[in-house]
């Protein structure tokens, strides 16, 4: 069982990046991903959720900006972030019941 997130980068303000997270080792594999974020020194700050029956979940400071979504056949789920500002800026983590994938770095300069 993996998760293998990728995707980050360096973006200007406003800009947009997708983030991917592969699933491994998993039947419903993109059902119950859940994103988060970690700015060092701070804790984890959940973001976005794909329900176990594939409802999108937001936290109020991504809502309206960020959508997560998932294709079952290629066993990947996405975070496409849009209008991104610099405190999105964060090591970004996918997760899947209490596995964790590694972390893609995403700074956003203004």
């Known amino acids: 069982v993996q998760l293998q997130a990728s995707g980050g980068g360096l973006v200007q303000a406003g800009g947009s990046l997708r983030l991917a997270c592969a699933v491994s080792?998993?039947?419903?594999?993109?059902?119950?991903i859940s994103w988060y974020r970690q700015v060092p020194g701070k804790e984890r700050e959940w973001v976005a959720a794909l329900t176990y029956d594939l409802r999108p979940t937001y936290a109020d400071s991504v809502k309206g900006r960020f959508t997560v979504s998932g294709d079952g056949a290629k066993n990947t789920a996405y975070l496409q972030m849009n209008s991104l500002k610099p405190e999105d800026t964060a090591v970004y983590y996918c997760?899947?019941?209490?596995?964790w994938g590694q972390g893609t770095l995403v700074t956003v300069s203004s």
């Open positions: 997760k899947k019941g209490v596995i």
């Open positions: 080792g998993y039947t419903n594999s993109i059902n119950g």
